[in-house]
């Protein structure tokens, strides 16, 4: 089997709602494509090695959680950089977001050091945007797909003009409750507020991340092959119905 590595910074402090479930999502993906994912929990001081990496992931956590790693996370910026121009994919949830952009302002009014890999930066808003959502995105020219997840969230996310969200807001808050975007895209480097966890009822996302950790390893595109997903298709069904029911009221 081919082995493909992945950082998962500060798993410890960042994972609220489950987020831990999009690696096991990833794992059992890559498996099913001949794929072996070595899980790398990586702290503070962490070595990360240039080109060692095929994909990062960070996860949500409380602004607590957050302050207490941030400026750890905030010195690994050099590192996870140099990985990022290497071509390593990304995906970061939620407070894991936050913090890959410039700072997170938090509700105490603290500025958190941010990594600067994502064109963005956040401030805690008094109300949190919390429920179900759904996005429209178009990761890959004319191919448009749904993302399907839940926010709870006070920071609203502001992008850098000409930063690329990751979609556009079909119901629910989003970045900040009033642009109608969500999240953000870099490359292969992806930040969002959607929890749920993420991965196991959005399976063509993680199969397009799989295929951007797959390049970096191996310096092609892979043509990763459908896989039956029929529950997970229905895990999407019900997220965007309920997305559409109720999402982004306060
Ligand atoms: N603490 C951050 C906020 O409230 C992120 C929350 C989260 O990761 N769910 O906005």
């Given amino acids: 089997m081919e082995r493909l590595v992945v950082g998962h910074l500060f798993p410890d402090y960042l ?22 994912l070595d899980v790398q929990a990586l702290g503070a001081d962490a070595e990360i090695r240039p080109g060692e990496h095929d994909l990062f992931y960070v996860g949500g956590g409380q602004d607590r959680e957050q302050a207490l790693i941030a400026p750890a996370l905030a010195a690994l910026a050099p590192a996870l950089h140099e990985a990022f121009e290497g071509g390593a994919a990304v995906l970061a949830v939620c ?5 890959l952009g410039r700072f997170y ?3 105490s009014g603290e500025e958190q050091p941010g990594v600067g ?9 008094e109300r949190r945007m919390i429920g179900d959502v759904l996005l429209e995105c178009e990761l890959e020219p004319r191919e448009r797909r749904t ?14 003009e000409g930063a690329e969200p990751l979609g556009r807001v079909v119901s629910g808050f989003g970045n900040d409750g009033e642009s109608g975007y969500e999240g953000c895209r870099a490359g292969r480097a992806i930040g969002t507020y959607l929890h749920g966890p993420l991965l196991p009822r959005n399976p063509w996302f993680a199969d397009w991340l799989l295929a951007q950790a797959i390049a970096h390893r191996t310096g092609t595109e892979p043509e990763l092959e459908p896989l039956e997903d029929a ?6 069904a019900v ?12």
């Fill in 147 to 160: 993302l399907a997840g839940f926010e709870n969230h006070a920071g609203r996310t502001i992008l850098d």
């Fill in 15 to 36: 994972n609220i709602y489950a987020d831990r479930g999009n690696i096991a999502v990833l794992v059992r993906r890559a498996a099913w494509r001949g794929f072996q």
């Fill in 105 to 107: 302002r938090d509700q």
């Fill in 239 to 250: 997220s965007a119905e309920r997305a559409r029911s109720r999402g982004g009221k306060f």
């Fill in 231 to 236: 529950l997970e298709a229905r895990a999407h």
């Fill in 95 to 99: 407070g894991g977001y936050q913090l």
């Fill in 117 to 125: 890999l994502l064109p963005l930066y956040t401030i805690a808003g």
